[in-house]
């Protein structure tokens, strides 16, 4: 089952409400029920103490027998009472405890050395639990007839008042069902609130989406007022519009690929198709036909290879391909480049100098790195002006290796060092296919002249990424360019 978003924030709305509700109602019901026995405990204590001011006051002429006292007649609102000696004894009581009197059960030790003290007695069979009160006084005691020394002086007592609890339970019963009652009505309506209140609470999200799906997928752009969208939802919004950026991006770098790709693919196929037509006009000789077949050929071999390089670009930005690791000599890879790039060099009067590397086994994808290479020294050559050189060196690092593609032209413009590895960055001349080897130089990027179509640094990067390591411009090197490939320690 599909979660839902609603459901869960109902269903903590209502665990949350029950959970305080019964917090609330247990507060309550426990706040009550102290607030009712100190109020009890306040009237028994001022009971004990006003009637062990009487004893007290008429200690001279009130006299008990030693022993408990037939039980008074006593209204059931009166409160039970009973006087013990320091021994224990009882010598009074209001009734007996055979007539349902809690204090008839008292011992000496529930005498208590304080003033008064609050006990809660043991439930009787007929009144069931009862609170009384302990208070200390003086009382004239009664002359025994076996102790002739006795002559009923004045003796410490207790004087015990005790009320039954059930009032209190009573009003406690009560007002728990109060409680229980108001507790499930305020349940129901805070189930209904927040039934609604989730519904509102997830229609952001509703009216979010729909804004989305009317996004333009040809210019997806997305005029949303951030400001009325809630707080909770902005990492949406900020992914959601990132990501329409770098699809209009996308889109864009798509629209001029095939710009540029039909442009840079006229070229050769207007070539080939004007020689055709020129050889078809009247006939030929058999040199005329092989050198129109030669021209032919290294047009489409310059088309194919444009082809081939759009198909790698196109691969390593989908993520098709992977590398496949394997154990390489560094000073291999390195010779195998510059051998690579050696014929070009030849041709444009460059001198391609490589630094001594150290003697180093690599793990990694042998063919790519050659590939990225050949590709920085094939555009460091191609922007030198003859006569000049362009060097290979590698240094040592704590993290790997730093491989650096050295060239004395005339550098790269600031304005378009960070479009440098974006696809076919190169000037509007090299592109009619204006422009030597030499006066221009790398100031206009990836010239275009004798076939460069600007996919090489780009290529060079992606390949350099999928290998973990990364090629960059040395913007502080000058005069001419400098482009580095760190590749992580393997």
Not at 111 to 117: C, F, G
Not at 307 to 325: M, N, W
């Amino acid at each position: 089952m599909r979660p839902s978003l609603n459901k869960r924030l109902f269903h903590l709305y209502s665990a949350s409400t029950l959970v305080v509700l019964v917090l609330a109602a247990g507060a309550a019901w426990i706040m009550m029920r102290r607030a009712l026995v100190r109020a009890l405990d306040e009237s028994l204590y001022a009971e004990a103490q006003a009637f062990a001011g009487r004893v007290e006051i008429d200690m001279g002429s009130l006299e008990f027998e030693s022993g408990t006292l037939p039980p008074a007649r006593r209204l059931p609102t009166d409160p039970y009472v009973a006087i013990l000696d320091d021994h224990g004894r009882i010598i009074f009581a209001s009734a007996s405890s055979g007539d349902g009197n809690p204090l008839g059960s008292l011992r000496a030790r529930d005498i208590s050395p304080e003033s008064h003290v609050c006990f809660n007695a043991s439930p009787s069979a007929d009144e069931g639990a009862f609170r009384f009160v302990g208070f200390r006084t003086l009382i004239q005691a009664e002359d025994d007839p076996d102790d002739p020394d006795d002559g009923g002086s004045p003796m410490h007592a207790r004087v015990f008042v005790a009320r039954p609890l059930a009032p209190v339970t009573a009003t406690m019963t009560q007002l728990a069902t109060v409680l229980g009652f108001a507790a499930a009505a305020s349940l129901c309506v805070g189930l209904v609130l927040g039934r609604w209140a989730t519904r509102r609470a997830a229609r952001p999200v509703h009216e979010l989406a729909d804004s989305v799906a009317r996004v333009n997928p040809a210019l997806p752009d997305w005029p949303i007022d951030e400001s009325r969208v809630p707080v909770e939802l902005e990492p949406i919004v900020r992914t959601t519009r990132s990501l329409l950026d770098r699809v209009r991006d996308e889109l864009e770098n798509r629209r001029r690929l095939t710009t540029d790709v039909a442009h840079d693919l006229r070229t050769p196929v207007a070539g080939v198709r004007a020689l055709l037509d020129v050889c078809l006009q009247r006939p030929r000789s058999a040199s005329e036909y092989v050198e129109a077949i030669q021209q032919s050929r290294a047009a489409l071999r310059e088309l194919s290879r444009l082809l081939d390089d759009v198909l790698t670009l196109s691969r390593l930005e989908a993520g098709v391909d992977q590398p496949t690791l394997t154990v390489s000599r560094l000073r291999e890879i390195l010779s195998a480049a510059a051998a690579t790039v050696q014929p070009l060099a030849s041709a444009r009067g460059i001198r391609l100098s490589t630094a001594p590397a150290p003697e180093l086994e690599l793990r990694t994808d042998g063919p790519r790195l050659i590939k990225i290479l050949s590709n920085l020294l094939s555009n460091a050559v191609e922007h030198s002006p003859a006569g000049e050189e362009v060097r290979l060196a590698t240094t040592r690092n704590g993290t790997g290796l730093e491989i650096s593609v050295t060239d004395r032209g005339a550098g790269i413009p600031a304005e378009m060092r960070d479009r440098i590895f974006d696809r076919f960055v190169r000037a509007d001349a090299a592109r009619s296919g204006a422009g030597g080897s030499g006066a221009s130089g790398p100031a206009t990027a990836e010239k275009g002249s004798e076939g460069h179509h600007g996919l090489g640094l780009p290529i060079a990067a992606r390949l350099a990424r999928m290998l973990g390591g990364e090629v960059s411009l040395d913007t502080q090197y000058s005069p001419g360019s400098r482009f580095v490939f760190k590749l992580p320690r393997t």
